[in-house]
């Protein structure tokens, strides 16, 4: 059987099974079809209770989470940006560098400092807009190249 992007992919997750192997032309046999798909479904990386433990980060060197905690809620503090402006701007980064942690932590305190969803919503679309243009642009580089090359 062809090695394709996906057939590499699946190749870690649970019941994956390599059905050509056994002389089958099916990549995925039915019987462990049903276990892939719970598996792929049911297993992630990230659990929201982690979010809770993000201070254990500190345990082995607490002087260099003591700096990074103090400067972290220095800049979220009031100054020139409110801490409501400061959290929309957090939750759209949140979304950009796609962190789950950092976007449940920044939805509930862009609504605890008072963003409505419609403030929120817009924030995202924003980070979004950044994001795709920001891929967009990356299109000239690949020109460049063609043009290099000779295409």
């Known amino acids: 059987m062809q090695n394709t992007p996906l057939k590499g992919a699946l190749r870690g997750l649970r019941g994956y099974t390599d059905a050509s192997k056994a002389g089958d032309n099916r990549w995925l046999t039915p019987k462990h079809t049903a276990t892939f798909f719970e598996g792929a479904m049911s297993e992630h990386y990230y659990h929201a209770h982690d979010l809770s433990r993000f201070a254990e980060i500190g345990e082995q ?54 963003a409505d969803l419609d403030q929120m919503t817009e924030a995202v679309h924003v980070a979004a807009a950044i994001r795709g243009g920001a891929s967009l642009v990356h299109g000239v580089q690949m020109r460049n190249v063609a043009k290099k090359v000779g295409m």
Do not use: M
Not at 79 to 105: F, M, N, T, W
């Open 61 to 114: 060197r607490p002087e260099l989470a003591t700096k990074f905690f103090d400067w972290y809620n220095a800049v979220f503090a009031d100054g020139a940006l409110s801490e409501r402006e400061k959290s929309l701007i957090a939750l759209a980064v949140a979304h950009a560098v796609q962190c789950p942690y950092c976007i449940d932590a920044y939805a509930q305190t862009s609504l605890e400092k008072g």
